[in-house]
């Protein structure tokens, strides 16, 4: 396409008011300033500088809290030197997004008229629109967490990499467990937490988003501890700051107190540090109590058969990692073998399980399931792009190429080409 | 004369090429070449001993020539047959770099005990070796980046030493004189068991081939470990004796013998495995001919020809240059095919390679654009590239072997294929806009040589370069997405490298709006393109020094500096870009 075309286009937009214009000429300025090339340069020059700063800034957050800070928020906020109080100090990603959507829709109802011409922009754009709606969707539909399993064991669940819950379970019947899951949102709280299936109430007393469990007998002049049954009694919590870093992990811990219509059954300190269930009667029923990774139940079985992790020889650098996996669904229409390696993941169920890593001599693996509904969106727009991309500049070098072609430069260049040739 | 020009030049460039193709042959009585040939198993993978010797020696010391203590310069064949061999003398050679002077005085040693005031020996450090153990468990614990220049030192000479100490268990252990006695009798093979047990513990080489022939290279053993399974002198493989006839007759000085040991145990190789040996003939032949070498002096004659086409001869010179450009072109290319049918892989698997395919691919666009500008811009534009990126290839060579193998998330030659070629291809153009728009900067403000057509033929190649960038870079970004989604999970993490990429496209997708909106006219386009150089520069490297996210390989302190150098110089062109029209010697007068 000719510079001075697109130019021209975009100062009609800006300047010429259109007909019937004054009482409605600052509606039409706003569309010509929200429809302009120089917002879109200003929000593309932008975004190049946050994320710039938000990848700078991933040594001292990790990729987690950069996204975070920067990607998924609409301001990108920093605290006040010397204070707790944050202001916001750029535009964060679903703000920059936003905008640049806006501008792209704006500018396409506004100046862009369909033609073959520019059909190239029309579908990179269209493209780009699904490209940022996708984005948009994945951050705020995407949930990602973890199957462990060992080898020959047997699972139903995903477990949430950041989100823990507080399972409350019967295990009095050999057969099965009763499970409330309480999710820790409710332990932040002061409310007192009811459920019809449990015999008791829940206090929240304490939360901690980090902290470290200690024995209060390695401890000198420790304080007493507020659980006064289970585990917790010979414990104390220290409430640790969060941390972002990719090989460190937070633990979770709070205290709640227990009470029947009786009156209060005692104070228990939970935290996902402990291995096991702490496990209590009441009125002739076995109960057991964790905090723990919260837990998504598929309708489905995943059985590890077996792990293998092959190294090249004579070094150990690893060359494939494989799970052989046998799925098996609660209605009973898939009961098959299927084997999930690196670049090889088992989509089954609105889940993606893909091999991430493996633990105890090569007795466990690690399998990171992802259920995203718009995965499929990226895969459209960037087809759409793609294909408006390689129309718009093949129109550019056809035309480039037909000038050439003429022996005698061409009168008038800046004039639009003719529309017969 | 001026008429034939071009063809002088290339003429002679094309002599020296094959001057460089030509087997050298051996210098003494040793058949060293044939030695050097010798397939053995190391890294994951097949490859001649030659390599061993070169990759040795380049990471030990930074260049491939080594100096015998006795002053004679020798091929890197010899320097690996006294490690092996007669390790009292590899000991004194000296060829480990020391740059940094804290480290010196860890041995009690000077700048001017070593050769070139750098490079020391074995024997020289020897005496310092628990206080540079004692240092490395010291600095080990400091993460990488947070590191001193004295921490970095030593840690990186302490992985040298341990390289060539492991090295020295390759083919025989430390201390026995003549293997070959040793594995007469089995009394002394028994006795010897401690020594063929550390062999096989320290070394990492696996010379001696499965007794079945077989493709699958797990069979391939250390010496120690085919001792440690010999109880009597009948029961020793007849690979690892011939190992230690080499190594008998080598010290000895019996080059009859050992060439006649060689000879028959290559033609035994190259009929039970004729496809290693094939392999590591053409590799180590490779090795010796140095096609990247000789690409990057061809290169420096092409722009210099290309530069001194703007002052005088424009049209014999301008063709000159734009002939050894392609020339250079085509040894770099064959190389690049050479490394992809060596390693069964697409040309970009790490980091070096992504130099060579960027420079590979600017000067394919050069050589498109030259042709249908002809005005030796396009020649000298892609020659600087072609250049530049085989001295960063080069410098990324000094850490080891570049042809590796690769890790399992990697290991899928069909995204290696699409995504990673075509986002180095995105790299190559955005680069090449940028230096385009340098040669627009620098000849219009300092030189009267940039008229008018010459400007506007300028423009209309960034632009078009910048249009082929942005498709190319968003492609190859897109496409890394998808891969990422289909191996974990996620089509974008804002990951240090997926960010880079990212970067780049919204860089180029800036340009091009500035142009069409007519924000920017032809030399604030220039101002742009050259940008462009800065934000690929930090993607390609910048992201890496981070050492954060799926995509960091390690780095080393000396690119950080390469990196701010060429970060100013860029913002340094830029500042020249602004400089008011009325002082640029070429649009003097002359209405822009």
Redo the contacts between chains.
């Keep these: 396409m000719s510079k001075g075309e697109a130019g021209r286009a975009m100062k009609q937009g800006q300047t010429s008011p259109g007909p019937g214009s004054g009482g409605p000429s600052f509606a039409r300025s706003l569309v010509s300033v929200l429809a302009s090339l120089q917002l879109t340069v200003a929000l593309l020059a932008l975004s190049l500088a946050m994320i710039f700063v938000a990848t700078l800034d991933q040594v001292h957050l990790g990729v987690w809290g950069v996204q975070q800070k920067y990607f998924h928020s609409f301001f990108v906020m920093a605290k006040v030197p010397g204070t707790d109080f944050a202001v916001p100090v750029f535009p964060g990603g679903y703000l920059l997004g936003g905008a640049l959507l806006l501008n792209l829709v704006t500018a396409h109802a506004d100046r862009f008229r369909l033609s073959w011409k520019k059909s190239g922009i029309w579908l990179t754009h269209l493209g780009l629109i699904l490209l940022l709606i996708g984005e948009g969707l994945s951050g705020l539909m995407q949930r990602d967490g973890q199957v462990r399993i060992d080898v020959g064991q047997t699972h139903r669940f995903v477990e949430s990499f950041r989100e823990s819950e507080l399972a409350v379970a019967d295990v009095t019947n050999p057969g099965y467990d009763d499970v409330v899951a309480i999710p820790v949102a409710r332990l932040m709280g002061q409310d007192v937490i009811q459920h019809p299936k449990l015999p008791f109430t829940l206090k929240p007393l304490a939360y901690y988003p980090n902290a470290t469990l200690r024995m209060r007998s390695q401890v000198t002049n420790a304080p007493p501890s507020m659980a006064t049954m289970g585990d917790g009694t010979e414990m104390i919590a220290e409430p640790t700051p969060v941390t972002y870093k990719p090989d460190e992990s937070n633990w979770p811990t709070g205290y709640v107190e227990l009470a029947g219509p009786e009156g209060a059954l005692g104070t228990w300190l939970v935290s996902e540090m402990l291995d096991q269930p702490q496990t209590f009667t009441y009125q002739g029923r076995t109960w057991q109590l964790a905090l723990r990774a919260r837990r998504d139940y598929l309708p489905f079985t995943l059985t590890l058969g077996k792990f293998t992790h092959d190294i090249y020889p004579g070094t150990d650098i690893p060359k494939n990692f494989a799970s052989t996996v046998h799925l098996r669904s609660d209605d009973g229409r898939d009961d098959r073998t299927v084997q999930i390696s690196m670049n090889n993941p088992l989509r089954y169920g609105g889940y993606a399980f893909y091999q991430a890593g493996y633990a105890n001599n090569d007795h466990t693996s690690v399998l990171e399931a992802v259920r995203n509904p718009s995965w499929q969106i990226p895969y459209a727009s960037c087809a759409l792009i793609s294909l408006g991309l390689v129309v718009q500049f093949g129109i550019s070098l056809f035309g480039f190429f037909r000038k050439r072609g003429g022996a005698v430069p061409q009168p008038a260049p800046a004039r639009p080409a003719p529309s017969s040739p | 004369m001026k008429k034939n020009l071009s063809l002088i030049a290339l003429a002679l460039c094309l002599l020296w090429v094959v001057s460089t193709l030509v087997p050298r042959g051996n210098s003494g009585p040793f058949d060293l070449e044939g030695f050097g040939r010798l397939p053995v ?5 097949i490859k001649p001993l030659d390599t061993i010797a070169r990759t040795g020696l380049l990471m030990l010391q930074g260049r491939q020539r080594a100096v015998a203590p006795n002053g004679k310069e020798v091929t890197p064949e010899e320097w690996l047959l006294d490690v092996f061999f007669v390790p009292e003398t590899a000991d004194a050679y000296q060829v480990f770099r020391i740059d940094n002077s804290d480290v010196l005085s860890i041995f009690g040693l000077t700048r001017a005990d070593g050769d070139g005031g750098v490079r020391f020996s074995y024997r020289q450090m020897q005496a310092g070796m628990d206080e540079l153990d004692r240092q490395t468990h010291l600095a080990e614990p400091v993460e990488n ?1 947070e590191r001193s220049a004295f921490q970095r030192a030593v840690v990186e000479l302490r992985s040298h030493v341990e390289f060539y100490v492991r090295l020295k268990f390759g083919l025989q252990a430390p201390g026995i004189a003549d293997l070959t006695a040793e594995l007469s009798d089995t009394g002394r093979i028994r006795a010897l068991h401690a020594a063929f047990e550390s062999m096989d513990t320290f070394s ?1 080489l ?1 010379p001696i081939p499965p007794r079945k022939p077989s493709a699958d ?2 069979g ?1 053993q ?1 010496v120690g470990r085919s001792l440690l399974g010999a109880a009597s002198p009948s029961e020793v493989d007849p690979h690892v004796l011939v190992y230690a006839v080499l190594g008998k007759d080598w010290r000895e000085l019996q080059p009859a013998a050992f060439n006649g040991a060689l000879r028959s145990y290559r033609d035994e190789l190259s009929l039970r495995f004729p496809e290693a040996a094939r392999r590591s003939g053409i590799e180590a032949f490779f090795n010796q001919a140095e096609p990247f070498i000789t690409s990057l002096f061809l290169y420096v004659v092409a722009f210099l020809l290309a530069a001194i086409s703007w002052l005088a001869w424009p049209e014999p010179l301008g063709r000159a240059a734009f002939r050894v450009m392609g020339l250079a072109f085509l040894v770099a290319t064959l190389g690049i095919l050479a490394r992809m049918w060596l390693e069964g892989r697409p040309p970009v698997t790490n980091l070096y390679s992504s130099a060579l395919f960027i420079g590979w691919g600017s000067v394919a666009l050069c050589l498109v654009l030259e042709q ?1 500008h002809r005005n030796a811009v396009a020649s000298a534009a892609g020659s600087m590239i072609g250049f530049g990126t085989l001295v960063i290839a080069h410098h990324l060579s000094l850490s080891g072997d570049t042809l ?2 690769m ?3 990697l ?2 030659n069909f ?1 290696l294929s699409t995504h990673v070629v075509t986002v180095t291809t995105g790299y190559a153009s955005t680069f090449l806009a940028g230096f385009l728009a340098i040669i627009y900067i620098l000849r219009g403000l300092l030189t009267r040589s940039l008229d008018r057509r010459t400007a506007d033929a300028l423009a ?1 190649m960034v632009y ?1 370069i910048v ?2 960038a ?2 190319f870079s ?2 190859g970004t ?2 890394g ?3 990422a ?12 490298k997926e ?2 990429a ?2 780049i496209v ?2 180029n ?2 340009i091009l ?7 920017v006219r032809q030399r604030g386009m220039m101002a742009l393109a050259v940008f462009g150089n800065v934000v690929t520069a ?1 993607s390609w490297f910048g ?1 890496n020094m ?4 799926l995509h960091s390989y390690g780095f080393t302190s000396a690119a950080f500096y390469g990196l701010i150098v060429f970060v100013a110089s860029q913002l340094a062109v830029i500042g020249l870009a602004v400089t008011p029209l009325a002082k640029w010697r070429s649009f003097r007068g002359v209405k822009a």
């Excluded at chain 2, 981070?546 to 996210?549: A, D, I, K, N």
């Design positions: 198993l190391a890294g994951g993978r980046a990492s696996r290279p797990a391939w250390s249908l590796e193998m890790r399992a998330v290991d899928s995204w209309r078009g249009c082929f942005t498709l968003f492609v897109m496409l997405g998808i891969w989604d289909q191996s974990w999970g996620r089509f974008w993490g804002w990951d240090p960010n880079g990212l970067l919204i860089w997708a800036i709006h500035c142009r069409w909106g007519g924000l930090w992201t981070l050492g954060v996210g």
